[in-house]
C-alpha cells in the first residue's frame, strides 16, 4: 500500500516499554500495539480484569496536578498520560491499543524521545480510511487571571505560540513557536519535564514525584541547573510545555488546526480550554478529509520520509 497523507494510520507493530512512573514510583511497562481504523487511542490495563479500558479524552480527565489523568466510569485511571499523548500526536497514528500494567505510563527520561524513537523503529500502518480533524471555527479564549489560552481559526495548520514566564532567573521569560505540521519537532520531543529544586519538598509531600530524578526531569536551584549534562537546547522548559500542550490537546480526539496562543499554560489550562471549546457546536467543526491534493499532510512530514 502506498502512503498516504491523509488516510488513518497506526503503528505497525507492537513495541513494548518499560520503566519507573513519575509520580507513584513504581515499576511499570507499555505495550502499544496495532489498532483498527476508528478506533482511537485506548488504553487498556491489563492489571485488571474488568472495567479496564481507558479513553482518553478531555472530558476523562479526572486530574491535572502536575500530569493529566484520565479516568472511567468506574473508577480506573491511567495517569501522566500527556508525553505519550504528544507523541502519538505528532506521528500521525490515530489509531493504538495501549496495554499498561499499572496506572501511570512510565516517565523514561522525561521527554517523549523514547516513545517517537521506539515507535519511529518499528514505523506506520496506513489504511484506505480517511483522517478526521478538528477545525477551530472562531476566536476562543480561556483564561485563569494572567494565564490563557487562544485558539484562532487556520486554514490546514497547527500553530502553538506558547509563553513561559518564570521568577528564577534560569528559566526566566520564554517564548517557542512551532508549525506543529511542518517543523523539524526534535527540540519539543527531547524536551524534559522540570521543577524548581524548592518545591521538590511540598511536591513529594503531596504524595508525587517519588520516581523523580535527574535522570527524569531538569531540577533547577538558583543559578543552577543540577543535571550534569546540562540543558538539551536552549528553550527546553517552554519547549516542554509545548509538548505538554500538544498531548493534552489531543484527547480531543482528532488532531486540531487552529492557530493557539498559551501563556503561562499547563494541563488545567488546556483541558478547561477543551471543555470550552465544546460546548457549543459553532466553536468547531469535525471534518474528514478525503481530497488527495491539499497542501499539507497534517502529519510531521520529517518524520513520515523516514519511516514510509
Request: charged share 25%.
Amino acid at each position: 500500500m502506498s502512503v498516504s497523507y491523509l488516510t488513518q494510520k497506526t503503528i505497525k507493530s507492537s513495541v513494548s516499554l518499560s520503566g519507573v512512573a513519575l509520580h507513584s514510583g513504581l515499576q511499570v511497562g507499555i505495550c502499544i500495539k496495532p489498532a483498527v481504523p476508528d478506533s482511537g487511542i485506548v488504553f487498556k490495563r491489563v492489571d485488571l480484569k474488568n472495567h479496564n479500558l481507558v479513553y482518553p479524552n478531555f472530558m476523562n480527565v479526572s486530574n491535572t496536578s502536575l500530569n493529566t489523568t484520565v479516568e472511567n466510569e468506574f473508577g480506573t485511571k491511567v495517569s501522566t498520560i500527556e508525553h505519550l499523548m504528544g507523541a502519538l500526536f505528532c506521528l500521525g497514528i490515530d489509531n493504538a491499543l495501549i496495554e499498561i500494567d499499572g496506572d501511570e505510563v512510565p516517565i523514561l527520561d522525561g521527554s517523549a524521545k523514547i516513545f517517537i524513537e521506539k515507535i519511529v523503529s518499528v514505523g506506520l500502518e496506513t489504511s484506505d480510511s480517511p483522517i478526521k480533524i478538528i477545525k477551530i471555527n472562531k476566536e476562543i479564549t480561556y483564561s485563569d487571571g494572567e494565564r490563557f489560552i487562544t485558539a484562532k481559526p487556520s486554514t490546514l495548520s497547527l500553530d502553538i505560540d506558547f509563553r513561559l514566564k518564570y521568577k528564577n532567573p534560569v528559566i526566566g521569560n520564554q517564548r517557542s513557536k512551532f508549525k506543529v505540521y511542518e517543523d523539524d519537532l526534535s527540540e519539543i520531543y527531547n524536551s524534559r519535564t522540570y521543577c524548581l529544586f524548592e518545591d521538590i519538598e511540598f511536591i513529594k509531600k503531596n504524595g508525587l514525584a517519588k520516581g523523580g530524578s535527574l535522570e527524569n526531569a531538569v531540577v533547577v536551584k538558583g543559578n543552577e541547573i543540577l543535571n550534569p549534562e546540562g540543558l538539551r537546547n536552549n528553550k527546553e522548559f517552554v519547549n516542554h510545555k509545548i509538548l505538554d500542550c500538544i498531548g493534552d490537546l489531543y484527547t480531543s480526539g482528532y488532531r486540531i488546526v487552529a492557530n493557539i496562543t498559551c501563556s503561562q499554560g499547563g494541563h488545567y489550562l488546556t483541558n478547561k480550554f477543551l471543555r470550552k471549546v465544546f460546548q457549543t457546536k459553532e466553536n468547531f467543526s469535525i471534518l474528514e478529509i478525503k481530497e488527495k491534493n491539499l497542501p499539507h499532510t497534517l502529519i510531521n512530514r520529517n518524520f513520515l520520509r523516514s519511516i514510509a
